[in-house]
C-alpha cells in the first residue's frame, strides 16, 4: 500500500522459498550459545545485573531498559467512570514497584499519553519511591494550536510537575517534532525554547532534548544549522528501520548522533509491536537458534547494542512483557557480526512484506468520524503476518482466510468504526508520526473488504 514495495502473498512465499538455504547457512555460523542458555535456563528475574549507561557528563546510572508509560494497563469497561482516568492504579504500582525493584529506573511518559492520564498514574506509582530511585522523562506536547502560545505552554509544562509530584525533570523533550516550520511555530518564535533554556539553567530540567519524527533535513538542520546544545536525542530505532525505514533510516540517525557525543533515547524498538509478532517465516529463523526466546527478545538485544544509545524505551502493558525485557538486559549480551547479520536479513524480509507501518500510537485519534484507525490497520498487518491474508483466489485456503479476515475484522472493529467511514477529510494525516497516508490506506483496506464479501465464492 501507498508508495511501498508490494509483493502478492504468493510471491512473497516464493521469496521465502528462494531465501531458506541462505537463511539457514547464516544461522549456522551464528554465535548462539549465550541465546541457547537463555532460551533453555530462564531461572528467576535478576534484581542486580540491570545493564546501566550514563550521560557524559555524569556517573548517575540509568537502567538500559527504560519504561515507556504510552500503553498503560486500563479498567474494565464497567469500571471506568466519566471525566477519570480510565488506567488500572493498582497494577501500574505493581509494575512500577516491580520494575524499580530488579533495577529499571528511567520511566517516560507525556501530557498526551493514556487520553492525558499517564503523567498522573506515573506520579501516583512513583510517590512511595525515593527520589534518588528513579528519573523521569516528559515532553512539552503542545500539538494543538491552542498550546502553542507562550503561556498555555509553560502551564503545561508546569502541570507536568504536579502530575508527576517532583520539583524538577530529569530528562524534558520537546515533543515529536520533524520539520523546520513547525518546530519553529511550537518552540522558537513563541519564546518557550528561551523559556526552557532558563529552566534548564535553574535545575528544574537536568537535561534538555528532543524527540524526532521528521525528515532528514529537519534532523541534520538541528544538529548543524539551530544555535542551541540539546543534551539528548529519542530517536526511533530498531533492526527493521535501521536500513529500511520509512523516512530516515535508523543508522544514519544514530551515527550523526554518536560522532557528536550526543546520547540516544530508544522509542519504538518493536516497531508498535511489529517486531515482536513477525511474520510466522522470520518467527521460524529465530526458534532455530532459540525456540523459547520470543521476538522482542532479538529486537532489544539488538538496540542494546550500540554504545550510544543510554535507554531503550518499552510499553510494558503486562508483567510478563516486563520480566522478559529485563531479563534481555540483566545483563546485555551484545550481538555476533552473525547476529546482526541475521536480523539483516529479517528485516529486509519484513520490508518486503507490505505491512502498514503504523505503530499504535494513536495520535490520529480521535477520528472525527469515528473510525478505530490503529485497529484497522493491527488486523491488516495481523493477517499479512500470520500469512492468512486471502489476495489470492487460487490458493487452496482462500475461502477459509476470507472467512477468517471478515470475522475477525467485525470482532476487532465494529461496524461503525470500520474503513468504510473513511470520508478521506484528511485531519490525521498530519497528526501521524510514521507519516502514513491514512486515508489512502483506509480506501485501499476498504476495497479489499468489498472486495472479499462481494466474492465469496471466488
Not at 24 to 32: E, F, I, K, M, P
Request: proline fraction near 5%; aromatic fraction near 10%.
Amino acid at each position: 500500500m501507498g508508495e511501498k514495495k508490494k509483493v502478492s502473498r504468493r510471491d512473497f512465499l516464493q521469496l521465502m522459498g528462494a531465501g531458506a538455504a541462505v537463511t539457514t547457512a547464516a544461522l549456522a555460523g551464528c554465535s548462539t550459545e549465550k541465546a541457547k542458555e537463555l532460551s533453555t535456563d530462564r531461572g528467576e528475574v535478576p534484581t542486580d545485573k540491570m545493564t546501566y549507561r550514563h550521560m557524559p557528563d555524569s556517573d548517575r546510572p540509568i537502567s538500559l531498559l527504560g519504561y515507556g508509560m504510552m500503553r498503560l494497563p486500563v479498567l474494565d469497561d464497567d469500571q471506568q467512570e466519566e471525566g477519570k482516568s480510565h488506567i488500572d492504579q493498582d497494577e501500574v504500582n505493581s509494575l512500577v514497584d516491580y520494575a524499580i525493584a530488579h533495577g529499571v529506573n528511567y520511566f517516560d511518559t507525556s501530557p498526551r499519553y493514556c487520553k492525558g492520564f499517564s503523567e498522573q498514574a506515573l506520579g501516583i506509582a512513583l510517590s512511595k519511591h525515593k527520589r534518588s530511585e528513579f528519573v523521569v522523562a516528559t515532553k512539552l506536547s503542545n500539538f494543538a494550536t491552542e498550546d502553542q502560545t507562550l503561556e498555555a505552554s509553560i502551564a503545561m509544562y508546569r502541570n507536568s510537575f504536579k502530575q508527576l509530584r517532583v520539583d524538577y525533570i530529569d530528562y524534558y523533550l520537546l515533543h515529536a517534532i520533524g520539520e523546520k516550520e513547525n518546530y519553529l511555530q511550537r518552540y522558537v518564535n513563541n519564546g518557550v525554547l528561551n523559556f526552557l533554556l532558563n529552566e534548564r539553567a535553574a535545575g528544574r530540567i537536568k537535561y534538555l532534548g528532543w524527540s524526532f519524527h521528521g525528515t532528514k533535513e529537519f534532523f541534520d538542520y538541528m544538529l548543524n544549522e539551530q544555535p542551541v546544545k540539546f543534551d539528548f536525542v529519542q530517536i526511533q530505532m530498531n533492526y527493521k528501520d535501521w536500513h529500511y525505514s520509512q523516512e530516515v533510516n535508523a543508522d544514519y540517525l544514530y551515527h550523526e548522533l554518536a560522532k557528536r557525543n550526543i546520547p540516544v533515547v530508544i522509542m519504538e524498538p518493536l516497531l508498535g509491536g511489529g517486531l515482536a509478532k513477525v511474520n510466522h517465516k522470520v518467527l521460524a529463523m529465530f526458534q532455530r537458534i532459540a525456540p523459547n526466546l520470543s521476538p522482542a527478545y532479538w529486537a532489544f538485544r539488538f538496540c542494546g547494542h550500540f554504545p550510544g544509545v543510554l535507554t531503550v524505551l518499552s510499553g510494558m502493558t503486562y508483567m510478563e512483557h516486563l520480566q522478559e525485557n529485563i531479563r534481555t538486559y540483566s545483563p546485555l549480551e551484545p550481538l555476533s557480526d552473525d547476529e546482526l547479520a541475521m536480523l539483516e536479513k529479517s528485516a529486509k524480509l519484513i520490508n518486503e512484506f507490505p505491512l502498514i507501518g503504523c505503530t499504535h500510537c494513536e495520535y490520529c485519534m480521535p477520528c472525527p468520524y469515528g473510525l478505530d484507525i490503529p485497529s484497522i490497520f493491527a488486523h491488516y498487518n495481523k493477517c499479512l503476518n500470520e500469512g492468512t491474508f486471502a489476495d489470492d483466489v487460487t490458493n487452496e485456503d482462500y475461502r477459509t482466510n476470507r472467512r477468517a479476515f471478515l470475522i475477525g475484522y467485525d470482532r476487532k472493529v465494529p461496524r461503525l468504526r470500520q474503513a468504510d467511514h473513511c470520508v478521506g477529510c484528511g485531519i490525521c494525516k498530519p497528526k501521524c508520526p510514521q507519516r502514513i497516508n491514512i486515508p489512502e490506506e483506509m480506501q485501499a483496506i476498504d476495497r479489499y473488504v468489498e472486495k472479499l464479501k462481494q466474492n465469496p465464492n471466488d
